[in-house]
């Protein structure tokens, strides 16, 4: 009798033993057990099943190529099952992470020997996030598998293999695969400006081509993970794999802003601060960026001095002057002369899409009353780029170091709303609270 209803959406069993079938005489009992498992804690009505099998077996992904010995178990799967089949641990649970992304689910059990529950651990924590909860059931192994060593346990044997190695090969495990994955949504593209100096800087605005993630609002060149969003650390990391290889640079040596929205400069080579918004640097051989998905990533650069910066502007940044924070450090601390230094705005929402209350709005009005669209309205429209750029003239850059949406050739702007281009952009003002991010960076060449 089942005292409580379980809350979990999805099942899955691992059966993943390297030989053996799942329709095997001497697999059958371990599968039962497993069934047995899952019809205790849900009786009738158990979720939407996935088993995880080895590849070299038999196993088929459909219900007729299994043994009416086995099927008959499988009354207590009514809502449906589906075998999963690879040599490649990390390729299984993958296909059916995307699974459970499509339906929007989070609650899973996941039912295995206790033998499997360290490796699968190891995976779960790569490939999911805290978004995702596992529960866990343990079943018995079949008696003649029971008596198996199994190297990463048994401390005696002389092919155990130590616990921070089998991490390290199951992270290579993961890593092999993603970097087999085919690219969404067409080629990576990166947005270059014409003021920068490609013969002293390295730079460009990511769009959202070219990547691996595959969830709509994170599709495809997502380049930030935290535990809220369902798309992982190493998923991101192959992102910047493959972006690094486009743009030319390390993505070991990259070094983006930790995003406070305020106006905290980090001077590379000086103390971290926890949080900052801006960096500045003179060293060559790394990389620093600043993300954007509707506000601005800002990047800098003096061809007369060789250093650079990048700044994270949101609409509090903005107000808090964190633009020319950043340029007053590159004076400051490396002696840049404000007529050298270059600006540019990448891609962030426009005034056509962005608005904020009367109150909020009415900071961005006494900058100068353009930066405010109907202002008598409750929530009035707000340009966080034009407020950018007075800020900065007021500091003293020249108007003409300046990109922004303002340059003449249309062709040439790469300050584009990104609310207003799904095919280009993410957006958090368009996409709500899973989106993904871009980022604008710069470099200096060897």
């Not at 390290?168 to 947005?191: A, D, F």
């Not at 230094?341 to 100068?368: H, M, N, R, W």
């Amino acid at each position: 009798m089942i005292q409580e209803m379980s809350l979990e959406e999805a099942v899955l069993i691992d059966l993943f033993e390297p030989g053996l079938h799942i329709d095997n005489n001497s697999n059958q009992e371990s599968f039962h057990r497993a069934l047995s498992i899952i019809e205790k804690r849900f009786g009738t009505n158990a979720p939407f099943t996935y088993i995880m099998c080895f590849q070299d077996s038999t196993c088929m992904n459909d219900a007729q190529d299994i043994s009416p010995k086995t099927f008959h178990h499988l009354g207590v799967l009514k809502n449906g099952f589906k075998i999963v089949s690879d040599s490649n641990v990390a390729a299984i649970l993958y296909s059916i992470k995307q699974d459970i992304d499509a339906l929007n689910l989070s609650a899973i059990l996941v039912t295995l020997p206790q033998h499997r529950k360290a490796p699968m651990d190891i995976f779960l924590d790569h490939l999911f996030t805290d978004v995702y909860k596992f529960n866990f059931e343990f079943y018995e192994m079949h008696c003649e598998k029971d008596s198996v060593t199994h190297p990463f346990h048994n401390k005696q044997g002389a092919n155990y293999i130590a616990d921070e190695d089998f991490r390290e090969l199951s992270r290579r495990n993961i890593q092999m695969h993603l970097e087999s994955l085919p690219t969404l949504r067409g080629k990576l593209v990166i947005l270059k400006s014409f003021l920068i100096p490609e013969n002293i800087f390295l730079h460009g605005f990511t769009t959202r081509s070219g990547g691996i993630s595959y969830i709509p609002t994170l599709s495809s060149l997502n380049l930030f993970s935290n535990s809220k969003r369902r798309d992982p650390k190493c998923v991101v990391a192959e992102n910047f794999r493959r972006l690094g290889k486009a743009a030319g640079f390390d993505p070991q040596t990259y070094f983006p802003v930790k995003v406070d929205h305020a106006n905290n400069i980090w001077i590379m080579g000086k103390t971290e601060p926890d949080s900052y918004d801006g960096i500045v640097t003179n060293q060559k051989g790394v990389t620093i960026a600043a993300p954007g998905a509707d506000c601005i990533p800002v990047i800098f650069c003096d061809p007369v001095k060789k250093v650079c910066g990048a700044a994270h502007s949101g609409w509090k940044g903005t107000l808090l002057g964190v633009a020319m924070a950043t340029v007053n450090a590159m004076i400051s601390e490396f002696g840049c002369n404000v007529n050298d230094i270059l600006v540019v705005l990448g891609p962030c929402v426009g005034p056509c899409c962005f608005t904020l209350s009367q109150v909020e709005a009415k900071a961005f009005y006494d900058i100068d009353p353009q930066c405010v669209h109907q202002f008598e309205s409750p929530n009035p429209k707000v340009d966080i780029r034009r407020a950018t750029r007075i800020l900065l003239e007021h500091g003293g850059i020249r108007p003409h170091n300046i990109q922004d949406d303002s340059v003449a050739d249309k062709s040439q702007n790469l300050t584009l709303c990104t609310s207003c281009h799904p095919d280009k952009f993410f957006s958090h003002v368009r996409d709500g609270s899973n989106f993904g991010t871009q980022i604008g960076f710069i470099a200096i060449r060897d």
